[in-house]
């Protein structure tokens, strides 16, 4: 069966220091990946999507950026982040070619920036 | 591109009631539809999901219907329980294409 996994879980960060969140997908191949975030007791914003390794668009300007170094691999970076940036990151995979769209999401990290 | 609108933003119910959950979208090419459900500090979880084959599809007691010629899709929950106490978030999608969410329900149960 498939299994989606983040790290860290939580984590607090000075405004103005970098980021790097990640996302592995077991027991799947080539799967679609996206990053979302979510501010508290708000929706869920498509922050970057992922088709295959090194193919990453951008649904969001910001100080945010993706890559996919590995098939099942999905890694969010910031070089400097904002107070802005704080909330509840939350990475979800679907199987790439299929007539299902079925989405299933990770168990999230929660970011919070001082 | 896909805009799917959801409506309350918050409900209330007393426990035993019923409550409804109503999303609407504009794109007619989109065929799936699925409904998450998220506890407080979790993850969304996919709760049930309806197919533009299908009118309607049922599980316990919880049930989602499906208008393709208004573009409405409903989620129905019966006989509420204090755990169905979370945030409810429609979506839709085309095949193989990405999944747009509504803004969510905050579904409180009432004692």
């Known amino acids: 069966s498939q299994t989606i996994h983040q790290w860290p879980a939580t984590l607090v960060q000075p405004v103005g220091s970098p980021l790097s969140l990640e996302c592995t997908v077991e027991?799947?191949?080539?799967?679609?990946l996206y990053w979302y975030r979510q501010a508290a007791g708000r929706g869920l914003q498509l922050l970057f999507y992922s088709v295959g390794i090194g193919q990453i668009s951008s649904e969001v300007p910001q100080n945010l950026s993706a890559s996919r170094p590995q098939d099942r691999q999905f890694i969010l970076s910031s070089k400097k982040l904002l107070l802005s940036d704080s909330g509840f990151y939350l990475c979800?995979?679907?199987?790439?070619?299929?007539?299902?769209?079925?989405?299933?999401f990770g168990p999230g990290t929660r970011l919070t920036v001082l | 591109g896909e805009n799917v609108e959801q409506h309350p933003s918050t409900l209330s119910v007393q426990e035993g009631d019923s409550a409804v959950i109503k999303c609407t979208y504009s794109?007619?090419?989109?065929?799936?539809f699925p409904w998450y459900k998220q506890e407080l500090g979790k993850r969304p979880q996919l709760i049930i999901d309806?197919?533009?084959?299908?009118g309607e599809k049922k599980d316990q007691r919880i049930a989602v219907t499906l208008n393709k010629t208004a573009k409405h899709f409903s989620l129905h929950i019966t006989e509420t329980q204090p755990e169905d106490s979370a945030v409810y978030f429609c979506?839709?999608?085309?095949?193989?294409?990405?999944?747009?969410f509504g803004k969510g329900t905050r579904l409180h149960i009432l004692p």
């Open positions: 794109d007619s090419a989109s065929n799936y």
């Open positions: 979800a995979w679907t199987v790439a070619v299929s007539r299902h769209n079925e989405q299933f």
């Open positions: 979506a839709a999608s085309k095949r193989d294409d990405k999944i747009i």
């Open positions: 027991g799947t191949s080539n799967p679609n």
């Open positions: 309806i197919r533009s084959n299908v």
